[in-house]
Each structure stands twice: as structure tokens, then as C-alpha cells.
């Protein structure tokens, strides 16, 4: 392949001089170049698939995430559209370094910025040199470098009151992390996020919904979690909403049969009144709410374009993946191979390995492997620098 290279690029670098020529119109001229031009890519492309890997991407439909594109290679730096060498030889011959990658990066992280929004985390998605996606773009040959990034940011008044509550507390707030990477973090392992892998946060609010092939690449909420579960429970029992939520943490199954669904469930109306069900009809009632919420998933994962990656299957975490048998419920509604995530690797007391602990003990995971930005952060004034510039600025945690 390097022979073909410079046999294309010496023919036609030699072959330039025919654009002085007097004889030639500008049509003529413009025509010539877009052919060897055409040439040149064909070859270009031809080395270029057998190290390359297409991403899709996704399209980003919430308003507080996007995707930010920058060109940028050496000194040639572009918005709109591309910009070739009008050296044909220093087209072929531009390599693509450390530092420019680095200055793509940093170019799409000042751009696009919005002050009202405090960014949390920014993932690369892919690369593309001119205009051919590439995992790596480091020592190739081209002329334009674009960079597709995944920007996750939160409303700025939020943090700021989140920041003032702290302070009055006498604490100080070191960065933002969403909770979807937080349980990543504990939860997934580095095979897994390759291979792609759904995880699923079960809360009491809602369920946080997030995609990876390598990188994180899709992030929706359903706004339904734990809590809905609870209310119902409570509507259909005539019981108070804290005393349903025990029944549930007690008794909490989506599927109870056999000699342990016959068993009573006893509890006490707002009324006054004492009644009692078999476990197996206390959990139709649970059952009914869960099911509508991986329904909903189900209708999420449809839509989002690595459904068909998710090699790994879909991990369930959170305080409402602890409900008993949850697991066969989630393969039947939503078609994956699902398992349970707990926290991985941690020594601890046995209590913390369940997976409601999953987002606060990669909080903390993560936090231990910046621990040197952590002092720094807190050993300095705050200068834009230091652990909570380093999660703002961090395009990828895995």
C-alpha cells in the first residue's frame, strides 16, 4: 500500500505544472483537480477501512445534551465545511498529532458553551479524518479532524443552590456527577462497556436509562421509579404511603407463587381496620406498576439507535432492582439478558453491596482515583483548576 501511495501522489504532484498551461480553461482546471482529487480519496479510503470503525451517533433529543462538531488539524482550522491543501503532496502528508487532537478537544469544549448550564461531563463519540470515522486518529494522514462529543450539562441556578446549601452546612461541593455514572462506575465492567451495555437505575422518582459501546452513548430519563410502586400499594391497600413502602421493602416480589405466594400478608387500613391477602396477590399488584415501567423502557431502548448493540444484555441497579424476581420479569419485557448490578470490588460492610449503594460508591470509586486533584482542590483557592475543573473537562471516564 505505501508503494501505491507514492506512485499516486509523485504522478500527480508531477503533473501540476499542467495547470499553468495556458491552454486550459478554469473549468478545465477545476474539473482536473476534482478528479485527482477523487483519485487521491479512493486511495486515501482503501487504507483508511481497514483501520476504521463506524459509530452511529446518536441524534440527542433533550435539550440539555448535544453534540459538538470542530475541525481542526495543525493550523487549518474550519466550520464550515472542508478545507483542502492546495498542495495535492501535503495532502497525503499531514499527520495528525497529539497535539492536535488536543486542540480539537479543547476547541469543541470552549464551543457551543452556554452560561446558564453547568457542564458535568463531556464523552467523545467518534473521530472522523476528513470526513471517514476512525477510534483513533492519532499519526493519520489527512486534513481535516472532526470530533462528535456527547455533552451532558445541568441547569447552573441548581448547582449554584446545591453550592450555597453546602457551604451553610460548612462543606465544600468539589464537582457534579451524573448518577447514571456514578453506578457505571461501580457497576459495569470494562468488557461489558465495550462489548455495549444498557444500564438501567431504578429509583424512587424515576429510572435513568443509560447506553455504552466503549463510551457512554445515550442518556434518558423515564419518569417513573420505586415511588409509584409505593403509591399504588397504598391506594389499593388503604394504607399510608410509609407503611406501603415497608410492605414492599418486606414482602416485594413481582412474581410469587407456590407454597410462598399462599402465605398472608397482614396490615392495618387508615380506617383501623386489620386485613390481610396471600403474597401472591400483594405481588399482581406490584407486578402491574413494574411492568408498565419496563414497558416504557422497552419503548426507550426501540428508539435509540444502539439497541442492536447491546451485546452485554441490560444491568439493573438502584433501590427498586431489589424487588424479588425482577430479573426474568426484565428479560421477558425488554429482550436482553439482564442481571443485577452491584457494586464490584469493594471491601466494605456487606450491607453496602446491594445495588441501591451503586451510584454513591462510584461517587466515591471516582473520587478516589482523582485523589490527588482532590488535594489540590482543597489545599488552593479555586482557580478554575483542580478536581471539579478535571469533571468538567474529563471527556471520558472509562
Known amino acids: ?16 505544472s499542467i495547470f499553468n498551461k495556458k491552454t486550459i480553461t478554469g473549468r478545465q482546471e477545476s474539473d482536473m483537480r476534482n478528479r485527482m482529487f477523487r483519485m487521491l480519496r479512493q486511495t486515501y479510503d482503501v487504507c483508511q477501512k481497514s483501520i476504521s470503525k463506524k459509530y452511529a451517533i446518536d441524534s440527542l433529543r433533550t435539550c440539555n445534551f448535544s453534540i459538538v462538531v470542530f475541525e481542526n488539524v495543525g493550523e487549518r482550522t474550519t466550520k464550515q465545511g472542508v478545507k483542502y491543501l492546495d498542495n495535492l503532496k501535503g495532502f497525503m502528508t499531514c499527520t495528525i498529532s497529539e497535539e492536535d487532537r488536543d486542540r480539537a478537544l479543547i476547541a469543541a469544549e470552549q464551543d457551543h458553551t452556554n452560561q446558564s448550564q453547568t457542564v458535568m461531563h463531556r464523552f467523545v463519540q467518534s473521530y472522523a479524518v ?43 461541593i468539589a464537582g457534579f456527577l451524573l448518577e447514571s455514572v456514578g453506578a457505571a462506575h461501580a457497576t459495569l465492567s470494562h468488557d461489558e462497556r465495550d462489548m455495549g451495555v444498557g ?20 442518556v434518558e430519563e423515564i419518569p417513573l421509579g420505586g415511588e409509584d410502586i409505593t403509591r399504588d400499594l397504598s391506594v389499593v391497600l388503604s394504607i399510608p404511603p410509609r407503611e406501603a413502602e415497608q410492605l414492599k421493602r418486606q414482602f416485594g416480589s413481582v412474581n410469587c407463587q407456590g407454597e410462598e405466594g399462599d402465605q398472608t ?8 381496620r386489620t386485613c390481610t391477602m396471600t403474597r401472591q396477590q400483594f405481588s399482581e399488584i406490584i407486578e402491574a406498576r413494574q411492568r408498565e415501567i419496563f414497558e416504557h423502557v422497552h419503548r426507550a431502548l426501540a428508539d435509540a439507535p444502539h439497541n442492536n448493540h447491546l451485546s452485554a444484555g441490560i444491568v ?25 448490578g452491584t457494586p464490584r470490588d469493594i471491601i466494605a460492610p456487606e450491607a453496602l453491596g446491594n445495588p441501591s449503594y451503586a451510584a454513591a460508591v462510584g461517587l466515591l470509586r471516582f473520587a478516589a482515583d482523582e485523589h490527588g486533584e482532590m488535594r489540590e482542590a482543597r489545599s488552593t483557592e479555586r482557580t478554575g483548576s483542580g478536581f471539579m475543573n478535571t469533571l468538567g473537562k474529563l471527556f471520558s471516564f472509562f
Not at 199 to 218: E, K, P, V, Y
Not at 316 to 330: E, R, Y
Open 265 to 272: 400478608v397482614t396490615y392495618r387500613t387508615t380506617a383501623g
Open 130 to 172: 476528513d470526513g471517514e470515522p476512525v477510534q483513533n486518529p492519532l499519526w493519520l494522514h489527512g486534513n481535516r479532524l472532526s470530533v462528535e462529543m456527547l455533552t451532558i450539562s445541568a441547569s447552573g441556578n441548581a448547582c449554584t443552590t446545591l453550592k450555597h446549601a453546602a457551604s451553610e452546612a460548612g462543606l465544600e
Open 316 to 340: 439493573l441497579t438502584g433501590g427498586g432492582a431489589m424487588l424479588d424476581q425482577i430479573v426474568p420479569l426484565a428479560e421477558e419485557v425488554l429482550g436482553h439478558h439482564v442481571r443485577i
Open 1 to 16: 500500500m505505501p508503494d501505491t501511495f507514492s506512485v499516486l501522489i509523485g504522478d500527480f504532484y508531477a503533473g501540476k
Open 199 to 218: 444500564l438501567l437505575d431504578i429509583g424512587a422518582g424515576t429510572c435513568d436509562l443509560s447506553l455504552f459501546c466503549g463510551s457512554m452513548r445515550h
